[in-house]
């Protein structure tokens, strides 16, 4: 069974104060993972895509990497507009996203 | 550009009504996805849909039907309404069914009574 868990499901972190948040996945026909960053009521907002371990993308203080199992996204020196859920997602074949739960980021100033 | 808009922003139903969600995609998106997400989870995928056709499908009972129009916009329709069915439905859409990142809306959301 697909299952994706992500890591923690909530982290608090003051301003500046650098951390990781952890996707680890099983899917079958994996071709990619998505990152989103999701506002309180609002829709996912698309900020990453990854299809290959080893690979890196980087977006002002937002770094994604994957792995064959898990991909990390590593925020530098966040700010409290950062604060939000951030959604993993692996593409499972025709375009079939397996969502995580998220991680609800907390910054405070 | 116009991102995806969908329609209502939000509804109030009874338990057995059926209800009708409506979603434009981004222009020249030609795939639109449906997924529902219930409080405190990520999304769940019901649909997928590219060139009027449905594509894919996950673990949601017959209550739940789509369609995609001539212009690429797409209803989600669930009939006979449950409590469960209480969500905020979300509509993506994508270029194609390759693995071009999927743009969101702000969803409807769903309150069973």
């Known amino acids: 069974e697909d299952q994706v868990t992500q890591s923690p499901e909530a982290l608090r972190l003051q301003e500046g104060e650098s951390s990781s948040l952890n996707c680890s996945y099983t899917?079958?026909?994996?071709?990619?993972l998505f990152w989103y960053r999701q506002d309180p009521g609002k829709g996912p907002e698309f900020l990453f895509t990854l299809y290959s371990a080893g690979e890196e993308k980087e977006k002002e203080r937002l770094k994604a990497t994957l792995t064959k199992k898990e991909s990390f996204l590593h925020i530098t020196a966040p700010k409290p507009e950062d604060s939000a859920t951030y959604l993993c997602?692996?593409?499972?074949?025709?375009?079939?996203?397996?969502f995580g739960q998220g991680t609800r980021l907390t910054i405070n100033p | 550009d116009a991102g995806v808009t969908q329609s209502p922003t939000h509804l109030i139903k009874t338990r057995g009504q059926h209800v009708t969600l409506r979603c434009s995609p981004i222009?020249?998106?030609?795939?639109v996805s449906w997924y529902q997400q219930v409080l405190g989870q990520g999304p769940q995928f019901i649909f997928q849909y590219y060139e009027k056709e449905e594509r894919g499908r996950g673990n949601f009972p017959d209550r739940f039907s789509a369609r995609q129009f001539p212009n690429y916009s797409s209803e989600l329709n669930v009939n006979a309404l449950l409590l469960g069915d209480s969500a905020l439905y979300l509509c993506a859409s994508s270029l194609d069914r390759g693995n071009q990142p999927q743009h969101f809306g702000d969803g409807t959301r769903l309150s069973i009574l």
């Open positions: 997602a692996p593409i499972q074949g025709a375009q079939k996203l397996v």
């Open positions: 899917v079958s026909g994996l071709r990619g």
């Open positions: 222009s020249g998106h030609k795939s």
